[in-house]
């Protein structure tokens, strides 16, 4: 009993967030009247930062616990602070904008929340049974939220092409998981990852085929090649706010449950702190390849796209291949890269969906046309998203440029795949074309009637908010990359 | 022993079988409860492929995973139903062919 209870209390911000979501519940029943104003999102955003709080102070000791089957270390942590502030910035997003309507706010907040503790149990999953839960409690929310608007038929199709390639990705996922259980007989990380080692390279085609099956699944979460293709349309179609939740929260997790599935079942941990495929089990040459085809299927078709909605879905897919890149050398520097990489895009990509979805709520559509003049008449939000699109694209000063010079650094000075580097770098001067599009729209290109527009200043704040450390994090970043090595140091 | 062994063989053979079933289905076909009903084929024959292992390896874990694959797999397609019904009541029909409305 005692050993239980320590162990919940281990796991105490998801036990907090869910707490929260009991709260919400009761107090919709007992007071209608609070769902359709700003009530919702302030609960949702004190059990955010309460969670962070908590996190701080369980994650200071690695632990395992509840036998084995949840890890609560450094990478956890790292992962756990990322999604509560996903979270937070999503529901201040969602509540400044028409396409949540008032009357299902509280909805919103609740589904927010749950998506929330799924994801975190995506993070610190160290058995397959829970990171199936974890994936699943992300999925099917995630479904509902993409089908937000009920009475709109592009969210309800949306929904429905997330949910089909979800389940398909998940069955397939289970699949690879049933094989692996059936040829270590074991669901635990440590023991697959033992039994992996103690093959000795003898493991046979059927272990490569789960390492395939499994990745197909997490790359569905990711949005990777070539599990991709649902995601220009469910972004598209998804309201704005929760499209710029689903580009960041859930893959972010997926990347959690990628990476540590890779480096603790497939990969060993070698003495100077790097890691080494499993013996027979090299995947860093596919993992290249994935990368670079993510890569270049992004950015190849967002070049003819004019919805900026999709134009930003692709960059996102794009995005992910700049990450896997990091995960071909398997050395703690491309992990490094990864983690701060993570961190870059959560601000920088919220920020160019936020900037979306105002422009949408104002203008009523989200192609490049509604864009025209916006920068003009309101030079806030033109300037953040200046600032966003260049953070994007890479460009020096900001920090996807950091994000992306540590990537291609760590790729380079590992020597074994100088051709990827080189097609990153490729691939971000094509991403240029697109992204500038959205610029001369915004900037160049005259407004087409003269219209007095005004930023209101709830989301004035939020969008300098994100800007900030975009630009920060571009300039000063030697303390989040400490923190980075620090999250991977500690990983179990 | 070789009882066991063929066993493993055929109930392999099956698995395999309802997957690519379902993969089929799920390609194929045009009206979007038969492909909730594919994703459940192949929901299902994993779970027969866990439940073939756990019997043969001796240990508890893959009847525990079935469970929750069950569990799980109700939870999606009540979320898919209640997709089609909300498609229906705004479009009138089920067949996928009708709803393109999503593409660059």
Redesign the interface.
């Known amino acids: 009993m005692g050993e239980t209870l320590h162990n919940v209390m281990l796991l105490a911000p998801e036990v907090c967030i869910t707490l929260f979501l009991c709260l919400l519940f009761i107090v919709d029943g007992l007071f209608p009247s609070l769902r359709s104003n700003r009530f919702p999102m302030i609960l949702t955003v004190v059990a955010c930062i309460a969670s962070m709080i908590l996190t701080a102070k369980v994650g200071k000791t690695p632990a395992a616990f509840f036998g084995g089957i949840v890890v609560n270390d450094g990478f956890t942590t790292f992962f756990r602070y990322l999604f509560f502030f996903t979270a937070a910035v999503s529901s201040y997003v969602a509540f400044g904008s028409t396409e949540v309507e008032a009357k299902s706010r509280i909805e919103f907040s609740l589904l927010l929340l749950c998506v929330t503790v799924g994801m975190s149990l995506m993070a610190s999953a160290s058995n397959l049974l829970v990171l199936y839960m974890g994936i699943e409690m992300v999925s099917i929310i995630s479904f509902v939220m993409a089908g937000f608007r009920r009475d709109n038929l592009r969210s309800n199709e949306a929904s429905f092409k997330y949910l089909v390639f979800g389940g398909v990705a998940s069955a397939l996922m289970i699949y690879g998981f049933s094989l692996i259980y059936g040829l270590t007989g074991s669901l635990n990380y440590s023991q697959i990852g033992a039994s992996l080692i103690a093959a000795q390279g003898n493991v046979g085609l059927i272990t490569w085929l789960a390492l395939v099956l499994i990745y197909s699944g997490l790359a569905y979460k990711i949005s990777a090649f070539p599990m991709h293709f649902w995601a220009p349309d469910v972004y598209e179609g998804a309201p704005t706010p929760i499209t710029a939740f689903f580009s960041v929260g859930p893959k972010a997790a997926g990347f959690a449950a990628l990476l540590r599935i890779l480096l603790t079942v497939f990969a060993v941990k070698t003495g100077d702190g790097n890691w080494k495929a499993v013996e027979g089990l090299s995947f860093t040459a596919i993992i290249a390849v994935i990368s670079a085809a993510t890569m270049i299927v992004g950015n190849l078709s967002a070049l003819g796209q004019t919805n900026v909605k999709r134009i930003l879905a692709y960059s996102s897919i794009a995005h992910v291949g700049y990450m896997l890149m990091g995960l071909v050398t398997l050395d703690r520097s491309g992990i490094t890269a990864i983690i701060f990489y993570l961190i870059a895009y959560c601000a920088m990509n919220i920020g160019a969906f936020w900037v979306v979805g105002v422009v949408s709520n104002i203008r009523g559509r989200e192609d490049l046309e509604a864009f025209r003049g916006i920068g003009w008449s309101m030079p806030v939000l033109g300037t953040c998203m200046a600032i966003f699109i260049f953070s994007l694209t890479g460009i020096p000063m900001f920090s996807g440029f950091i994000g992306k010079f540590l990537i291609f650094g760590s790729v380079i000075k590992s020597g074994g795949f100088l051709w990827l580097a080189l097609l990153g770098v490729l691939n971000s001067v094509v991403s240029l074309y697109y992204y500038v599009k959205i610029l001369k729209s915004m900037w160049l290109d005259k407004p087409a009637t003269e219209e007095s527009l005004r930023l209101p200043f709830y989301h004035a704040v939020g969008l300098v908010g994100l800007a900030i450390p975009t630009i920060v994090l571009g300039l000063y970043f030697t303390p989040i990359l400490e923190f980075a090595e620090k999250t991977l140091a500690t990983l179990l | 022993m070789n009882f066991s062994i063929s066993i493993t063989y055929w109930s392999h053979f099956v698995v395999i079988s309802m997957?690519a079933l379902?993969?089929l289905g799920?390609l194929l076909r045009k009206n979007?409860i038969v492909?909730?009903m594919s994703?459940e084929l192949?929901?299902n024959?994993?779970n027969l492929?866990?439940i073939e292992?756990s019997m043969?390896?001796n240990?508890p874990?893959?009847i525990?995973?079935v469970v929750?694959?069950i569990t799980?797999a109700a939870?999606?397609v009540a979320?898919?139903l209640g997709?089609?019904l909300?498609?229906y009541r705004?479009?009138g029909t089920v067949k996928l062919d009708h709803?393109r409305?999503?593409?660059?």
């Not at chain 2, 409305?101 to 660059?104: C, F, H, M, T």
């Open positions: 997957f379902g993969l799920f979007a492909v909730l994703i192949m929901l024959a994993v492929l866990l292992t043969r390896t240990t874990e893959g525990i995973l929750f694959v799980v939870a999606e979320v898919g997709i089609v909300n498609l705004l479009k709803f409305n999503l593409q660059g």
